[in-house]
Nanobody, 114 residues
Framework: QVQFVESGGGLVQPGGSLRLSCAAS????????VGWYRQAPGKERELVAV???????NYVDSVKGRFTISRDNARNTVYLQMNSLEPEDTAIYYC????????WGQGTQVTVSS
């Protein structure tokens, strides 16, 4: 059974940074494209960043230049480094395959507020 466990969220002031982690299990992690998704209150879940199994990356326009996705295949873990955080980045952040498959994890809450 595929599982994702996200961590690293918190409360941060505008302009601050956070690093999210996601540990995956129940899958051959290295062969899949993986992504970070987020869902803000009252909004649909959106794909924020993707890293392919070959290391290529892509980002939604609103986070380009501020967020960096990376992965450690030996640890079955994907990371999201978030810099220059803005209040609009407030959301619950999730990881999953891309395209997403199966149950979502509980996510990690990121709140950007002064």
């Amino acid at each position: 059974q595929v599982q994702f466990v996200e961590s690293g969220g918190g409360l941060v002031q505008p302009g601050g940074s956070l690093r999210l982690s996601c540990a995956a299990s129940g899958m051959i992690f290295r062969i899949y494209d993986v992504g970070w998704y987020r869902q803000a209150p009252g909004k649909e879940r959106e794909l924020v960043a993707v890293m392919t199994n070959t290391g290529r990356t892509n980002y939604v326009d609103s986070v380009k230049g501020r967020f960096t996705i990376s992965r450690d295949n030996a640890r079955n873990t994907v990371y999201l480094q978030m810099n220059s955080l803005e209040p609009e980045d407030t959301a619950i952040y999730y990881c999953n395959k891309n395209p997403p498959y199966g149950a979502w994890g509980q996510g990690t809450q990121v709140t950007v507020s002064s």
